[in-house]
């Protein structure tokens, strides 16, 4: 156990700050530039609707979404009609590109070519990550494993050790070292703001984009995910326009008006 | 064709001063944008500038079309093409436009129709050229066929709000008040807080209150003040929103005490005195609003035509009152 109030020294060369520190900060930087370039490359975008046909299917299901969230605009028999058509429309498939293949299975993703795309984006984004990753962290075991490079100026509680201290194994080492291995992960998820300074802050260098992106895959454009079926999707939303409650803003609305804008005046 | 809110849209198109002020700047900005300087190292590091430069390029050129100043519009519109290729759906659709302010004569207009046809049949689903095309129809005066050709587009695309507000138009034009009507509600279920389209609503209904038996007559003013009401609502300070108010409320008050003997029973009717106070309440903001833009300069450039409108309602009262 390390005695308390005691300062740990340990001897350094102070070139070990010059030859490790900087020289993994510029190669995390550098990766992360790099990394933004080749996803930006590689990246491509989500395919807009080819007929009208395949836009209808897709932006139907949206409008069905718009009408259940706003239909407080519409007065309550506009509102019923439109409600009256959209499921009857839904149940029946009106909107789907071929209304003929309904109810059968799904075409396999893998065999889709239009779906294998989509899974191979998202695998070159995840494949963008990984390999950087792993040359980095193995080149960074393979020359700089074991070194203790950095003292932080301020203590830290006995939790910190497993982070600021992977790759070393001294049990009484003082929790404000900081080996070279956790000063890499400290770049590595430390370093977004540098990269929002330099790329400016929609980049692909920053992972939480890249998580983020694969929860949610061209939100506005494309509500199905490959192999979906949109025919289930269409009897879900008219399910939920059936269960639908109507509230009208309009109703009472003059005396609202009179209310809110016209009481300062008198009449 | 950018994917503006109506609101905006309404507000700039209705606005010519802002638009030749808009285009004197095209030496200005043309000079900036030196295509030269594409796709230099620094590029990345000038991003968002980099982004908004294309998007001024594209509103320059638009406003240089609606001024008359071709030239530099043809100018803009190369730029944009040397950028994203000659191919691109916007700048096809900038240059079928750049053809058509500069189109002779009818038969040139039929010329550029035909190319448009011929795009549209190699890729379905150009929404530019396909809005392009209905636009054309529109003003070679066939508004049939440009109807026909705006229900196909939103056929595939309903959720284009700018799209449903043009079919409105194109059928009030027509006379038809009730189609109209429905859709401006589909324009409301997509942009639900625009003030603007709530009281075109309001404007569509009052035209065909007008024009019906008194009966549907005040249930449709009753439906078209609650739309001017909730325009206010939404944007306290919007001219037009009280206009409409002032004016359908003293038409129902005007169709009421005709009418009301008979059907005084309805229970959604507003009261007699709501509908006088409303009135009140709406003729003195109009009052307010008229006098605080003719003292400003700027507020009164801004939307000049609106308030000489709301002037002459104004007259028409005090000389109704005297």
């Known amino acids: 156990m390390a005695l308390q109030g005691v300062e740990q020294t340990i001897l350094r060369d102070p070139a070990l700050f010059y030859w490790i520190v900087f020289p993994i900060t510029i190669v995390m930087i550098l990766t992360g530039i790099l990394r933004h370039y080749a996803t930006v490359l590689m990246n491509n975008p989500p395919k807009p609707a080819a007929t009208l046909a395949e836009s209808r299917e897709r932006l139907g299901l949206i409008r069905g979404v718009n009408f259940r969230n706003n239909a407080y605009v519409l007065s309550p028999e506009s509102c019923e009609m439109r409600r009256k058509y959209l499921i009857s429309a839904y149940q029946e498939g009106a909107f789907l590109k071929d209304p003929e293949n309904r109810g059968q299975p799904p075409a396999n993703p893998m065999t889709d070519p239009a779906g294998m795309e989509a899974m191979m984006g998202m695998m070159k984004g995840n494949m963008m990550m990984m390999i950087p990753q792993t040359l980095i962290m193995s080149w960074i075991n393979a020359f700089f494993s074991g070194f203790v490079i950095l003292k932080l100026p301020f203590p830290l509680t006995i939790r910190f050790k497993s982070m600021l201290q992977s790759g070393v194994m001294t049990r009484d080492l003082d929790v404000r070292w900081v080996s070279s291995l956790s000063w890499y992960f400290l770049n590595l998820f430390g370093l977004q703001s540098v990269f929002g300074f330099i790329l400016g802050s929609d980049n692909a260098a920053s992972q939480m984009a890249q998580q983020m992106a694969g929860m949610n895959p061209a939100a506005g454009m494309n509500p199905f995910q490959p192999g979906q079926d949109p025919d289930k999707m269409y009897q879900n939303e008219a399910e939920n326009l059936a269960v639908m409650e109507h509230f009208c803003i309009l109703d009472g609305i003059e005396e609202r008006i009179l209310q809110n804008y016209g009481s300062s005046e008198a009449y | ?322």
């Not at chain 2, 507000?11 to 030269?36: D, F, G």
């Not at chain 2, 008194?214 to 003040?225: D, Q, S, W």
Request: glycine share 4%.
């Open chain 2, 1 to 322: 064709m950018a994917h503006d809110t109506p609101e905006l849209q309404y507000e700039h198109s209705s606005n010519l001063i802002t638009i030749s002020r808009l285009s004197q700047q095209a030496p200005r900005i043309l000079a900036q944008h030196s295509p030269s300087g594409d796709g230099s190292l620094v590029a990345p590091f000038l991003k968002p500038q980099y982004h908004e430069s294309y998007d001024l390029l594209e509103q320059l050129a638009f406003a240089c079309l609606q001024s008359g100043d071709d030239r530099s519009a043809l100018l803009c519109i190369d730029r944009l093409a040397s950028r994203f290729g000659s191919s691109n759906e916007k700048v096809t659709a900038l240059r079928g436009l750049h053809e058509e302010a500069t189109a002779e004569d009818r038969a040139a207009l039929e010329e550029c129709l035909h190319k448009y046809n011929a795009i549209l049949s190699r890729d379905p689903v150009n929404l530019p050229i396909l809005k392009r095309r209905v636009a054309l129809l529109r003003s070679l005066s066939r508004p049939v066929e440009a109807i026909t050709g705006l229900i196909r587009l939103l056929d595939a695309v309903p959720t284009d709000s700018e799209a449903w507000c043009e079919l409105a138009d194109l059928y009030q034009s027509q006379g038809l008040s009730s189609q109209a009507v429905f859709s401006l509600e589909e324009a409301l279920l997509i942009v639900p807080n625009a003030w603007n389209v709530h009281c075109r609503l309001g404007e569509v209904l009052y035209s065909c209150a007008s024009s019906t038996d008194v009966g549907k007559a005040c249930h449709l003013l009753r439906r078209c003040i609650q739309y001017f009401c909730r325009s206010i609502e939404l944007c306290a300070e919007y001219l037009r929103g009280f206009y409409g108010l002032s004016v359908a409320t003293s038409l129902l008050l005007e169709k009421k005490t005709d009418y009301e003997e008979e059907s005084s029973a309805s229970a959604n009717s507003m009261s007699t005195d709501t509908l006088k106070s409303l009135n009140t309440f709406a003729r003195m903001r109009l009052e307010e609003i008229v006098a605080r833009r003719s003292s400003d300069h700027h507020l009164w450039e801004y939307g000049q035509a609106e308030l000489i409108a709301v002037k002459e309602l104004l007259d028409r009262y005090n000389r109704a009152s005297d």
